[in-house]
């Protein structure tokens, strides 16, 4: 065997074991490539579905600043719209605050005018206290003229009442006498001739007293003087009652007596009593109408 044959069988030899080696260094490579190639497929899975969930949240992101910044543009369109409408108020409030002024100004100037007014006022009442006090003294001696006025006619009105009593009576004694003699009369069957006076007496002058005509007056009896005949009634001058008018008393259904007025106030009034059916009392009715 040549020299040249057994150089090529070595170095077939050798290429021989260098591509088992390269052989056996693929094949514990590929497997290593094959599992590096799964986990780089699964990690750019991952990353895909990391990249869609961040692209995700992306726009949700961008949604949520985009309305956050419609509803910042809508805020400050509203308060420009309250600016504009504080504005409008201030200058409001300024014309307000000039008409103000005005009227504080036109209200000095009324207050200036009224107390002068009120001190020419005071000086009338000055004036028309002093005119009073003249007056009221004028009336006390007025006033005490008229009570010594009203004491004599009390007395002479009371002399009166009396008389009317004895003539009352008598005439119900005449009335009982005059009854007694028709039923005596009447059992013969004749009757009694109406009794003529066979001489004019002439009555004695007496104050022509009337019934207040139509006015439908009534009031209480508020006071009572049985002694003297006099008696003070609720209503005056004010209600219409005037000096000589008649009063009729009366307790329930039953006629009391008769008030003659003699004095009238303007609340209140003073009469004397006449043709007494029952002693009066305080509160008993009074009316013009009986």
């Known amino acids: 065997m040549s020299t040249l044959t057994k150089v090529l069988i070595v170095l077939q030899v050798v290429i021989s074991i260098f591509l088992c080696g390269i052989v056996v260094t693929y094949v514990a490579n590929a497997d290593d490539f094959k599992e590096k190639y799964r986990r780089a497929n699964n990690r750019?899975?991952?990353?895909?579905?990391?990249?869609?969930?961040?692209?995700k949240e992306l726009d949700d992101y961008?949604?949520?600043?985009?309305?956050?910044?419609?509803?910042?543009?809508?805020?400050?369109?509203?308060?420009?719209?309250?600016?504009?409408?504080?504005?409008?108020?201030?200058v409001a409030a300024a014309r307000q605050q000039s008409d103000l002024s005005n009227q504080l100004a036109r209200m000095a100037s009324t207050v200036e005018a009224s107390n002068l007014t009120a001190l020419e006022q005071n000086k009338q009442?000055?004036?028309?206290?002093?005119?009073?006090n003249a007056l009221d003294l004028a009336n006390i001696s007025l006033?005490?003229?008229l009570?010594?006025?009203?004491?004599?006619?009390?007395?002479?009105?009371?002399?009166?009442?009396t008389q009317?009593?004895?003539?009352?009576?008598?005439?119900e004694e005449k009335s009982e006498l005059q009854n007694q003699l028709e039923r005596f009369m009447r059992q013969y069957g004749k009757t009694v001739p109406t009794p003529r006076p066979a001489t004019m007496v002439r009555s004695k002058a007496r104050p022509a007293f009337r019934t207040a005509p139509g006015i439908g007056l009534k009031g209480l009896i508020t006071d009572l003087d049985?002694?003297?005949?006099?008696?003070e009634i609720s209503v005056g001058s004010a209600?219409?009652?005037?000096?000589?008018?008649?009063?009729?008393?009366?307790?329930?259904?039953?006629?009391?007596?008769?008030?003659?007025?003699?004095?009238?106030?303007?609340?209140?009034?003073v009469g004397v009593l006449d043709l007494v059916q029952l002693t009066p009392r305080v509160g008993d009715k009074v009316s013009t109408n009986f």
Request: glycine share 4%; aromatic share 4%; charged share 35%.
């Open 44 to 55: 750019l899975g991952g990353a895909e579905q990391l990249a869609e969930q961040a692209k």
């Open 62 to 90: 961008k949604s949520q600043k985009n309305a956050e910044i419609a509803d910042t543009v809508a805020e400050l369109a509203q308060r420009q719209s309250e600016i504009d409408s504080l504005k409008t108020d201030h």
């Open 125 to 132: 009442f000055d004036k028309a206290h002093a005119d009073r």
């Open 143 to 145: 006033t005490k003229d």
């Open 147 to 161: 009570k010594e006025t009203n004491d004599l006619v009390i007395e002479k009105m009371g002399l009166i009442a």
């Open 164 to 171: 009317n009593e004895k003539l009352k009576r008598l005439l």
């Open 226 to 231: 049985v002694q003297n005949h006099l008696a």
């Open 239 to 269: 209600h219409g009652v005037r000096e000589e008018d008649k009063f009729f008393v009366t307790r329930g259904d039953q006629f009391v007596c008769n008030i003659l007025v003699l004095d009238v106030d303007s609340d209140k009034s």
